[in-house]
């Protein structure tokens, strides 16, 4: 049977006492990706990764895969698509939780203008996976057409 690379987990590997002194790795099953993490690379500005990180980051791949496939399927190719993400974690009672992601997309697109490129966005957004799995997180999208 033929393994489904889809469905690999990449499960992190904790060290120490977590969370304000824990450290570990963060490896994808596909290898493309091992990244250091703890407490303070995740909720303070040290050095590493975090899962939060890694989430806005297959956001806005997602999305730019999305909006790639839109503007092609609407006749459009464009040359350049640019998307960074950034995932707000907060306290929420006695946990943590993503409150929201804001994604930043520029796209050069030849012939197109920024009404049907911000149509594009839209549906784009709707159809990510990424998005849909998020869909009780509050998302900002700025969306804007390159000169």
Known sequence: MKEDRRC????PKPNGRVPQHGNGTIKLGSGAFEGSYSFGSRLRDEQGTNPEELIAAAHAGCFSMALAL???????????IHTKAAAQIERVGEGFRITRIARDTEAEVPGLDEAKFCEQAEVAERDCSVSRA?????IALRARLAA
């Open 8 to 11: 690999q987990r990449g499960p």
């Open 70 to 80: 839109g503007l092609g399927q609407a006749g459009f190719m464009p040359r350049r």
């Open 134 to 138: 998020l869909a009780g997180t509050e």
